[in-house]
């Protein structure tokens, strides 16, 4: 367990920030502008206020930096899913697509290009740094619903959203 913080402790601090940041572009950008303000109140009731690009600092247990960490991951994945649901169930499967414009849209602002020989080269090298942090909040079968599943390390891109039963509903 760590007792400092290091950086990978910062780079899983800046996925729960990219994933809120997701949310709200998915919130504005695709909910319904007359339920937007009930459905964010709604989700900060169920699972606690955004983080803000808060210092880490000021925010972690610095006691329990893995288990917040986790935590903190989990709600933001958990939320994220919840809201896509709640849209979906009241737009309709077609809102998928928007969704899925949100995330390329969000990619492509905040991604950059990177070559095939690049990323893996990237993973060989941070593989044997990364400990206990990497699988921070591991999928199980029950955590896959409402996920974007990508595979591109490979140079191959497939994105696939999945509804509460597991059956893949759009395939882009």
Known sequence: MSRFLGPIHHWLYS???LLEDIEKGILTKVADPAVQASLEKEL???YGPYLNHAPLESLIDQDNIHGWLQNKIKIAELRQ???IEKIVSSAGE???KQVA???ADFGKKHGG???TDEAQSLNKFSRPLITSCWRV???TESTLSHQTHQTSLSGKRTDAFMNHSGTKVVQM
Request: with cysteine; glycine share 4%; proline share 5%.
């Open 44 to 46: 900060v009731d169920t």
């Open 81 to 83: 899913s919840r809201l």
């Open 113 to 115: 290009a990177i070559s």
């Open 15 to 17: 996925k729960i920030n």
């Open 101 to 103: 414009g949100v995330y």
């Open 94 to 96: 077609d809102t998928y």
């Open 137 to 139: 909040c591991p999928a």
